[in-house]
């Protein structure tokens, strides 16, 4: 891989570059610090710096770049006529990038020499074959306009990976000759050296809001192609969940909603008054030996990964529930047909859910200033009355943001539902049936071999983009909500 | 004074003795009992759900790390392995895993015969009890070493999965009536060989160092290699996540301008923290792999998607550890001279590694445990059967980690797989307690207060 070697050589020049700078600032002042405008570090970092930041950009950029340069060139050379009716531009390019790659593994295991990779002919050889053979398997036989498609994105991306090392080569190596050429004892070193840390600051912090940018796009055009393929009325106002994978599938945001929605619900049932009675007596009843061993044990819960919950759902509770209730179980009735449901999952989340519910509370009845409770508790009030009637209704804005927080986690929550919610799409009332949820079905569209160019793939992402909407308007409410409690007593 | 207040004194409504308490007292006193009961019982059913896990685990899990083998001799017939006798690799090599089969069964037809254990079972189905990768065992040993043709040798091979599942338990001669891959004559010839001291349980180390195995063989399946995938995603984190959050929280806690564009940084940072970790699947896929082209199920991927989680994490608690280095360090720094960059870089970060130490250990032990984004990106439904042999096979070739394998192993139909998962489970939990025990040290012996 010479994108290893071109970052691996960077490094040494960097390294090379400091020391050279280093000295050369030394010997213009004689070897006398003192006459030097900064430390003899800034000197090298400078000339370090230089030589190795522009070239990492240009080569990260032109890596993200040159793929789409040369899908775009190459793309222009299959004729409308050479993609079938059944399948779309994407997936032909798909199976030219595949046979692209298969030429490279042939010739890099000798299998083919360069120059016979080149004047290969469809017509003449049996390429699948031949590519067989080096073990790179391909779906179909290679087309003529396939093979001159692959051949040219061949030559493109090698063309556009020599020019990238050379560009990278030339910018580094001027910048090492420039700044060395610049350092002299006079020369502001540190001034422009600080100047540089703090742009690569600047980056780093401007990552999180690529991050962002990054999901929202990704998602959104997916979601526009979705559209394209498939009705937005359907999505948003159907009834029915149905993929298809022969086409004509129904796709309904609805039932899934239902089965996130009922699921969150179990779950809140089981940790908002589990968690809230937690963090009231641990708030204002239990003493500091307590709550110093009550605390840190009930938020290890919160620490278990999801998969662990999930094994819990799918292995323990699902069939302990199924023991009860399903057929043949110790209640005699017939409620239950397997181990997913939406209790199974439900109350799994639930338990998860507690410490998030409980030390958010916590926080929020600490915060409630205790001239209220003196007050409460000098009127005659005993502890829970003015816990109930004091407390609670002053800490209410609190806790309502804590249980919003609590219910975006359950509806982006995926390993539970994953392992214990069931895979039926449908509106039912009975939390013993099995139900699905956005999340799941995200993950079973995805998984496996996918095409994007059917709807029923692309549609993840216009759930994966409802999600993201979701939780993220859960999310920024709680936190409204929150700080504007927290102002209220500070 | 006294007089007055004595004589003005508000009359108790409810006349009495302060000992004897009213109705309303009694009901008020009880109601307060009740609340307090209802907190206790709250937390301990907290704490219950945690005891019922914890023991969950370790009771279904331990089982995964002891095995079933069974000690045979094995003679290797020259004319079996190597008819030209002249010892050529290549030749030896011809040999597929099943003219291996007839010398297992013949040795355990001798150590039958040996042992005096009478079965009406046939040869073959007395071999059956063994593992379907013993013959591969037997072939990798005898390619390894060919000098040994000829030789008898002692071999442990694992046993069959339901026969080790009816050493532990699992399996019960009631519970194979429709189960056609044993039969109750090869549970008799079991105990036999049980009772004889051939066929032990013992401690499996394979389940820890070693690499999945198919469908058919649960009992060969181990954690090993999804670990090495595990710990190179934890090496891409950490090489990205630590330098980016650490340099974004400098910028923001440090230098940012306080204006618009800052404050969306920093309401963006909040909310990415709380996006569900499965859009960062979506993203990883859209992105690395559908667009950058990068391998399927590679661990740099994986790493890369984890960085973008674990980023808020690291950004939150590095920023609040900055934040709790105290003004006076930096004015003392630039009192005497320092640019503000230095006094950042030479004084105030070495202050606050040790917080941001911990929070890193607790981003990277999140970003260990997290499944849902894996799923996406390709890092299951694959059988991680060889460890990487170079650096760069281990970020780019294909490999599985532990959370993803213990969900691989959940899905699988063989109830075996369970019990590994339970103990794949174990051994993740353990990673995760180390790291949050080593963050929870760190941060009692180094955190300064100010």
Known sequence: MPTYWLVLSLLVLAAVGYVLGRNRALQTAGGDTRALHSLPNYYGLNVALTSLVPALGVLIVWMLVQPVFVDSRVSTLIPDSAVPEDATLDLVMSDVRRVADGLDEAVEQGALTPSEARQLDAEATDIRARLGEVGVALGSDVRPEVLRAAQRYRQLTSVGKTAMSIVVAVLALGGLA????????????????????????????????????????????????????????????????????????????????????????????????????????????????????????????????????????LLTVGPMLADVFAKGGLLGVEWMTGATSVVTAGVVMGIMLIPFVSSLSDDIINAVPQSMRDGSLGLGATQSETVRQVVLPAALPGIVGAILLAASRAIGETMIVVMGAGAIAKFSLNPLESMTTITTRIVSQLTGDTDFASPETLVAFALGLTLFVLTLGLNVLALYIVRKYREQYE | MTDISHQSAPQSRHAGSLLQKDSRTVRRNRAEARFKIYGIFAIAVGMLML???????????????????????????????????????????????????????????????????????????????????????????????????????????????????????????????????????????????????????????????????????????????????????????LALALPIGVAASIYLEEFAPRNWLTDIIEVNISNLAAVPSI?????????????????????????????????????????????????????????????????????????????????????????????????????????ASNAPDSIASGLLSPNSAMPAQIYEWAKRADPAFYERAWGGIIILLVFLVTMNTVAVILRRRFERRW
């Not at chain 2, 291996?100 to 079965?119: D, S």
């Not at chain 2, 990883?284 to 950058?292: D, E, K, Q, S, T």
């Not at chain 2, 900055?322 to 001279?337: E, F, N």
């Not at chain 2, 030479?346 to 499944?371: D, K, M, N, R, S």
């Open chain 1, 178 to 313: 420039w700044s060395y050429s610049q350092t002299h004892k006079d020369f502001r070193a540190r001034n422009v050296v600080e100047k540089g840390v703090l742009a690569l600051l600047v980056v780093a912090a401007s990552l999180a809001i690529l991050t962002t940018i990054g999901i929202v796009f990704s998602m959104f055009f997916e979601t526009i192609n979705f559209f394209g393929l498939h009705s937005w009325k359907d999505f948003f106002f159907g009834s029915t969940w149905a993929p298809n994978f022969r086409g004509d599938s129904e796709l309904s945001i609805l039932p899934l909603l239902w089965g996130t929605l009922y699921i969150s619900f179990v779950a809140l049932l089981v940790s908002v008054p589990i968690g809230l009675f937690a963090a009231i007596y641990l708030s204002e009843y239990a003493n500091g030996a307590t709550r110093s061993f009550a605390k840190p044990l009930l938020e290890i819960l919160a620490g278990i990964p999801t998969i662990v919950y999930g094994l819990f759902a």
């Open chain 2, 279 to 383: 859009v960062f699947g979506i993203l990883g896929l859209a992105v690395f792999i559908n667009y950058m082209h990068l391998p399927m199920s590679a661990p740099l991927v994986g790493g890369l998607v984890l960085t973008l989680m674990t980023l808020p994490t690291i950004i939150i608690s590095t920023r609040a550890s900055l934040k709790s280095v105290p003004p006076s360090i930096r004015d003392a720094a630039l009192g005497v001279g320092a640019s503000k960059m230095q006094a950042v870089f030479h004084h105030v970060l070495p202050l606050a590694a040790p917080g941001i130490l911990t929070g890193t250990i607790i981003g990277l032990a999140q970003a260990l445990g997290e499944t849902a984004p894996l799923l996406l990106i390709g890092m299951v439904g694959f059988i």
């Open chain 2, 51 to 237: 005891a019922v896990l914890v023991y969950n685990i370790v009771t279904r899990g331990v089982g995964a790390y002891s095995q079933t083998f069974i000690t045979l001799d094995v003679e290797l017939l020259e004319s079996k392995l190597d008819k030209n006798g002249n010892r050529n690799l290549e030749e030896i090599k011809k040999v597929t895993t099943f003219g291996y089969a007839p010398l297992i069964k013949n040795a355990f037809e001798k150590k039958v015969e040996e042992l005096g254990i009478k079965t009406p079972l046939k040869p073959k189905d007395q071999a059956a009890i063994l593992s379907k990768s013993a013959e591969a065992q037997l072939r990798d040993f005898v390619i390894a070493n060919p000098d040994k043709i000829g030789e008898t040798i002692e071999f442990r091979f694992l046993a069959n999965s339901r026969v080790d599942g009816y050493m532990k338990g699992r399996v019960t001669r009631e519970s194979i009536a429709n189960d056609k891959s044993i039969s109750v004559e090869q549970l008799d010839l079991v105990d036999q060989l049980h009772k004889a001291g051939v066929l032990n349980k013992t401690f499996n180390i394979d389940f820890i160092t070693g690499a999945d195995a198919s469908d058919q063989r649960p009992e060969a399946a181990g954690m090993g290699v999804s670990m090495i995938g595990s710990l190179f995603m934890m090496l891409v984190v």
